[in-house]
């Protein structure tokens, strides 16, 4: 932890006094051969209304369940947290095309909340595109935790077809100034569709229709095919450790 962090976190509101905890290194889940170590803490309903989640947040740090994460890794810092000003956002030629190419699609804010439909589109993604991921053998208890399990205020977007069928759904934590990607899963095949790129569109816009000033992406590892997309978005704010800085397209 900086300084400048741990005053940050004496300014709060006390409610509860933060506990960070440091885990052991485990293989890690982006780049091969390397091990990943996390710094960590618990956050209550309470906590998270008292602002401890966006402060997090402004510092790097990712929502898992009722967990608050940041990689702590030695040697490493291949993981960059990064976010999109919404108010900025500059949509490419492309990400132009596939807002025509899906037009068919609306998107909706629902409550977090587990379904048959939604875990059925869950495996099918999972198993077609991270078949070799442990989420892949989740059951549906442990999706309904992934979705559920949340003490800040977390809804789905979701894509639909006008039949009502489901394309795509983002896990979405709504802040005081932001939005926040938690997690996206969406129908693995139609790659012409670039239904990943187009569901963060659609979070961008969710965000604006708001009035919120950011949408977090979580992590940026530019080592990592599967983190790619991310570098497409214009502009893009970086975390340097320190502050938040926008990301020059030959980054």
Known sequence: MTDELDR????LDR???PIFYRTRPFPCSYLPGREETRVLTE?????AAGGFFEFLQHYGFRRSQRYLYRPACDGCTACIPVRIPVARFAPSRTMRKL???????????APARASAELFDLFERYQHQRHSD????????EEFRLLIEESPVKTGL?????????LWACGLTDVGQ????????FYEPDTPTRSLGTFLVQALVAEAVQRGLTYLYLGYWIEDCRKMSYKARFSPL???????????????
């Open 177 to 184: 100034d932001s939005l926040s990607a938690v997690y996206s």
């Open 99 to 109: 807002h025509k190419l899906n037009h068919d699609l609306r998107a909706s804010f």
């Open 133 to 140: 991921s442990d989420m892949a053998l989740m059951s549906y």
């Open 43 to 47: 956050i209550s309903a309470e906590m």
């Open 157 to 165: 977007l979701q894509l639909r077809d006008e039949a009502g069928r």
């Open 15 to 17: 409610i509860v006094e």
């Open 237 to 251: 704010e970086r975390f340097d450790g320190h502050r938040w800085v926008e990301r020059a397209p030959e980054d």
């Open 8 to 11: 940050g976190i004496t300014a």
